[in-house]
């Protein structure tokens, strides 16, 4: 039964809860504060954003929150995600570690997103929201978005920052497939994106700006909300399927992973398949390594502080407690977008804060090697942020063969690359390149990060 | 259990064994012609191109042929593939019909192209061939092969059309990533291309041109040969387990289809889901209608002529009997770039002209109408080859709405369409056209087509 290469779970084996792991946690995280009176935010801070139910999950301590049916239906277009044995990997690394990953690129967007978009829209349209309002980079988390309110009638409207709608036109196809009405930012829809043309007709936008255009819309209309694709505590909790799925997965097999890596942007991906296994290992049943593994040009978790900061350029946000490199850090253009974030998931933050799991940087030139070896092996063209947990699994591989060790690794492959094909074109033809993060650009990122006693 | 979306099965439920519908047919299919002499090729005609083992299935008239353990442990790297109940689709149709899809987008190289490629270079491994050489347009089936020659270690050569090659250079680097060679035909690596471009620098170069690139590199090395990615029976034979999984599928949820569509460029994709089902029909075990779909701007088997053609456009291939618009036909530059081909599998004409399976045309503007309708309710973003099938199936489902039949669809989702969004774009821009083709250009691409009685 072990040389599986594939380990699936029928439909009537899918999780039908989410997991919180604010239950389990022997500390507490730290809350987020509002930025004004500088105490813990309530739930009305945030009810002009996002719906009461998400509201509660995001303060929730409960253990598990039950999937709704009509969210489990759309998860069935591509739930639960397969798990594979990487067979072909190990025989090109000559290792004697087995290597599993957990395959999120079949969505229909290609990532894992759509496990958090399908239920914020469900719980937006209970509350009969019609519209839901979005930021997005590449586009993964627009598409995603854009698809799970296709599922259920609501309207989507997405700022994309102005560099990527221009260079990179086919997640914006894509969104548009799926009905979303995407915008460049700064856009003149919005008073902010109005100022900024003024300034610069052709200015390039960024995520921080674009969060700004999507939130205005948002607040202005009773009937719009917004929706935030990484991050936030019930973010997490939605992705928790992917981890939960992989506990079953791995006891089909009779499996428990000695070492487990994901990596971490905002934390989402991270968080959804290492959640289940933290909470395993705080209740002594396993005792694997958790580790998160980040780009080097943009190292929140092995180079930023942890202390309160916005989550957001413009510092809109409540300030949350999280590792940061400064709000106003501006990292390389990097080929994988979604890791170019400069804080980090509360939740990931404190659990690294409590020493339960570790991070590591990779830089971005070993990550396409690890890709290419992994294509070639499993067939499979990862998306750029997973390359980093390739790379990663592929350092403990060769450590495994190095000390004659068969370690049992886990791994989250949360996306193909189809649309990443123009990164792996500068990989191969040699213009990829890794770029030095000097102390002097750490410390601007942190200009305006307020000091919070 | 018939409210299931994915019925899937395990690796160990897996067909072992391909099916050769030869063995069944009431009439033998014409044999291919030496184009010299015009009697039936021998294996010796093939044998510069093609391995013996290839060549032996090309001819084989026994009914099952075991799949290579080396084969099945690549496939399930993505099989078996998953077979849909689009639920969703249904209901936005509001139709009695229950529609099931079956799914390739799901392997390394998005499409079904895979399951004959990956034969194909094992087969060629086994006889000491250590590089295959290729044609391809957009880059479906170059993009198979690559793949494919990477698990088996070999070299990997692919003449891409120019034009394809200077516009969508993703297909190109998803080939390279599997460490594949992409040159531009014509090039200038052959005496052919080399005196295509001494006329024109900028050739826009033709699938015609590039075979003939891929063929002539081929015959002049005894380690090398040619690789065809449809037409020809062992491709078709390779292809059968799509349709030997989804019987065991849809006998996992106690259906047999009432009609069974699917799209024809070659005929591979077409012949691989339906032919198993003909061999059921054939013996009274079942009795669906079985219907080819076809884009009306290349109309092979509804408005084409039954009759011995070249296979290629310079006329250098073997005679085969098939329905063909002619060798010179040069169909509108549409964007299922995988079914503008002249002529049709010799076994998917022979079929029709017996009268066991049907056929018609339908205009790709109403195919990218219902490609939406499925994305948006069904999540994948489909191919432009099958958004033929899901517009034939649409049209099925919508009769048994107004006849109130409650009929069981099944069909083939034979790829994604990831790298296919500028022709979505396209679409949603209300840039596309159907444009008429008129008796006129079908009897300019009859000319040159041999007069044999």
Not at 186 to 195: A, C, D, I, K, V
Not at 239 to 268: R, Y
Not at 316 to 335: N, R, V
């Amino acid at each position: 039964m072990t040389d599986y290469t594939k380990i699936l779970l029928d439909e009537s084996e899918m999780p039908t809860r989410w997991y919180n792991i604010v239950a389990d946690l022997p500390v507490p995280p730290p809350p987020p504060l509002h930025p004004g009176t500088l105490q813990p935010a309530t739930a009305d801070d945030f009810a002009a954003l996002f719906p009461r139910a998400l509201i509660e999950q995001e303060m929730s301590t409960e253990r598990y929150i039950d999937i709704p049916g009509e969210v489990l239906d759309v998860y069935r277009l591509w739930r639960p995600s397969p798990l594979f044995r990487a067979h072909r990997l190990e025989k090109l690394l000559d290792t004697p570690a087995k290597i599993y990953y957990k395959y999120e690129g079949v969505s229909p967007a290609g990532s894992h997103k759509p496990n958090t978009a399908v239920p914020q829209v469900w719980y937006n349209a209970q509350e009969g929201i019609r519209k839901l309002t979005t930021e997005t980079g590449a586009g993964q988390w627009g598409s995603s978005l854009a698809f799970a309110c296709a599922q259920f009638g609501l309207e989507c409207e997405i700022w994309q920052v102005a560099a990527s709608y221009r260079s990179k036109p086919h997640r914006r196809t894509m969104m548009e497939i799926w009905g979303g009405k995407v915008h460049p930012s700064p856009s003149n829809l919005t008073e902010f994106g109005r100022s900024l043309l003024a300034q610069d007709p052709d200015h390039p936008g960024s995520l921080g700006i674009a969060i700004s255009e999507a939130v205005s819309e948002a607040i202005q209309d009773p009937h719009t909300r917004y929706a935030l694709g990484s991050v936030l505590n019930h973010v997490l909790l939605h992705q928790t399927i992917i981890g939960e799925e992989a506990l079953l997965q791995l006891a089909k097999v009779g499996e428990t992973p000695d070492v487990l890596v994901g990596c971490t942007g905002g934390g989402s991906n991270f968080g959804g398949l290492a959640f289940p296994f933290l909470r395993e290992k705080l209740a002594g049943r396993m005792n694997p390594v958790i580790r998160c593994v980040e780009p080097t040009a943009c190292p929140t978790l092995t180079r930023g502080q942890y202390r309160y900061d916005f989550g957001d350029t413009a510092g809109l946000t409540p300030l949350m407690k999280m590792h940061t490199l400064g709000h106003a850090f501006i990292p390389e253009p990097i080929h994988a977008g979604g890791l170019r974030y400069h804080g980090m998931a509360p939740l990931v933050s404190h659990v690294l804060d409590l020493g339960l799991v570790e991070a590591i940087a990779i830089p971005q030139v070993e990550c396409f090697e690890g890709a290419i070896r992994f294509a070639r092996s499993e067939g499979i063209v990862p998306a750029p942020e997973p390359t980093h947990a390739i790379a990663a699994t592929i350092r403990e591989a060769i450590a495994c063969r190095e000390r004659g060790e068969q370690k049992v690794i886990l791994t989250a492959l949360c996306g193909h690359g189809h649309l990443d094909l123009a990164s792996y074109d500068k990989f191969l033809s040699g213009g990829m390149r890794d770029l030095e993060l000097t102390d002097a650009m750490l410390a601007e990122g942190m200009r305006g990060v307020p000091e919070i006693g």
